[in-house]
C-alpha cells in the first residue's frame, strides 16, 4: 500500500515540485500504463512537475496573458466595427453625406464585395473565442457566475489535462471519474498529489463537471494530435 506520508522535495527554481517516486508509480498505475511504458511515462511526470513554476505564478502569468488577449480582443473589435460599417455603406442605395462615408463605401465595394459578411463573422467568433480564453486564464467567472477550470483554477484544469494526456502519450488507458461522487482514478490521483502542491492548489470538495472537461480536452488534443502524425506520415511516405 502506498505511503502517503511522502512529501515531495523542494527544488532550487521557485515552483519547482519533485515527486517522490512512489507517488509517480502510482500515477503509472492508476492510468493503466503498460510496463513497457512506465520509464517514459515516470520520465515525463517527473519532467511535468520539475517545471511546474506556474503553479506558484499563475496569477502574475494569468494577469499579463490576460491584459495582452484583452488588447488584441479590443483590436479585432475595432476592425470588426470598422467592416461592418463598411458593409453597410456599401449595400446603401442612397450616396452618403461625409465625404469619409463616401471613401468607406467605395472600399465596401471595391475591395470587400461578398467577403465583407464572412469576413465579420470570422472577427466575430475570434473575438468570442478570445473572451472565452481571457475568462479561462484569468478565473474571472463567466456571464452565469460560473468560474472556468477546475474550482475556477485554470492552472488545476491544465495539470489534469497534462495527467491525461501523458498517460494516453505512453499507452494507458487515462484517468476516470466513477458514477459514485468523489470516486475514481483521477480523484485518488489528486488526493495523492495534494500534499505534493501548495495548499489549496487541489479543493477538498472536487468539481466534477469541471475535472471531465478538462479529462475531454486533453483526449481531443491526443486524438488530434494523432490525426496530425498520421496525415504527416502520409505525405512523408
Not at 463598411?86 to 463605401?105: C, E, F, H, M
Not at 478565473?139 to 489534469?160: E, F, T, V, W
Not at 470538495?205 to 496530425?228: F, K, V
Request: net charge positive.
Amino acid at each position: 500500500m502506498l505511503d502517503k506520508t511522502h512529501r515531495a522535495e523542494s527544488g532550487d527554481v521557485a515552483g519547482r515540485v519533485v515527486l517522490p517516486e512512489p507517488i509517480i508509480a502510482e500515477l503509472a498505475r492508476l492510468a493503466v500504463v503498460p510496463a513497457s511504458h512506465v520509464a517514459g511515462f515516470s520520465a515525463d511526470i517527473r519532467s511535468l512537475f520539475a517545471n511546474s513554476t506556474f503553479i506558484e505564478h499563475q496569477e502574475a502569468i494569468a494577469g499579463a496573458v490576460g491584459r495582452e488577449l484583452g488588447s488584441a480582443r479590443r483590436d479585432i473589435l475595432r476592425l470588426h466595427r470598422r467592416l461592418v460599417k463598411y458593409r453597410n455603406l456599401a449595400i446603401q442605395t442612397d450616396r452618403p453625406s461625409k465625404q469619409g462615408d463616401v471613401l468607406a463605401s467605395l472600399a465596401g465595394r471595391g475591395f470587400l464585395g461578398a467577403r465583407a459578411d464572412n469576413i465579420v463573422s470570422e472577427l466575430s467568433s475570434l473575438a468570442e473565442h478570445i473572451k472565452k480564453e481571457i475568462e479561462r486564464v484569468t478565473g474571472h467567472p463567466h456571464k452565469k457566475g460560473r468560474r472556468p477550470g477546475a474550482a475556477g483554477k485554470p492552472a488545476l484544469s491544465d495539470l489534469i489535462g497534462e495527467l491525461e494526456f501523458t498517460a494516453l502519450l505512453h499507452w494507458g488507458a487515462g484517468y476516470g471519474l466513477g458514477h459514485v461522487r468523489s470516486t475514481g482514478s483521477l480523484i485518488t490521483a489528486l488526493d495523492l498529489l495534494r500534499d505534493c502542491l501548495p495548499a489549496g492548489f487541489i479543493p477538498k470538495g472536487h468539481p466534477i463537471s469541471s475535472y471531465q472537461a478538462a479529462l475531454d480536452q486533453a483526449r481531443d488534443l491526443y486524438a488530434w494530435d494523432n490525426t496530425l502524425e498520421s496525415c504527416f506520415d502520409r505525405v512523408i511516405w
